[in-house]
């Protein structure tokens, strides 16, 4: 269940919104999604989702029939014989009226991975629309407070506007990734400098070309860095044989790139 759906359904049930929570209450076999996985359905508007397909837009329908009743229900559908779908499996679902549902008790997934973004222009932006929708921890880090956008980002993705960018890497916790790409190359430098001083971050992303990297990679080499630390730099980001300096593309790249290197068992 991503992050942005429990906070949505916590602000609906505040505003006293009319919607329904449908949740997969159990599953067996083949299935799109499984037994936790949730949506939240009002009459203009869907969120989340139970894997697309025939089963969810029965589910919507059934929601939105339910809404003008204001009551729940409980379906059992197998997949295959019910809605032709090929997975073959069964489950059922369970529709709870928000009003009636309780968010602030559902358990939340472990983020998939935390990131210290450091970077608010172009690409920074890019990176942080794709990770809205992720569950994820992020603190995005730049020192321009007007390179942020306008409208505000969801409650996992913490902005953070200081002029000591080096120093916050101190406060990034064990395990964080991070990805440097600021709007200055001595900046870069620094931060990465910063990161890669610490053992417990196991990788660091670091925009820019091959010459960049040559570049540092010099650099750092002559201040004494060793070559276990430099082999946890990545430079450049993203997948390899993935093409395209368009914002989005790298951003979409990028992403695919640290959901790699956290892949959910």
Known sequence: MPATLHATALQWQA???????????????????????????????????????????????????????????????????????????????????????????????????????????????????????????????????AEFPAESSPPHVQRVCTDGLPHELAAAPAGAHVLILTHSHDLDLALTQAALRRDDLPWVGLIGSATKRARFLHRLEAQGFTPAQLARLCCPIGLPGLSGKEPAVIAVSVVAQLLMLNPVS
């Open 15 to 145: 505003q006293g919104r009319p919607a329904l929570v449908v949740e997969v209450q159990a599953h067996q076999g083949s299935v799109p999604r499984e037994a936790g996985t949730r949506m939240m359905v009002a009459a203009d508007a869907v969120l989340g989702t139970l894997g697309g397909g025939h089963l969810e837009l029965q589910a919507v329908q059934h929601a939105r029939a339910l809404l003008l009743t204001g009551q729940g229900d409980e379906q059992r559908l197998p997949l295959g014989p019910a809605l032709g779908q090929c997975c073959g499996g069964v489950v059922t679902l369970r529709y709870t009226p928000l009003r009636e549902a309780e968010p602030a008790a559902w358990t939340l997934p472990a983020p998939r991975f935390t990131l210290e973004l450091y970077g608010a222009g172009h690409v920074g932006r890019a990176i942080a629309q794709q990770l809205s929708q992720i569950d994820c921890r992020v603190r995005w880090l730049d020192e321009r407070e």
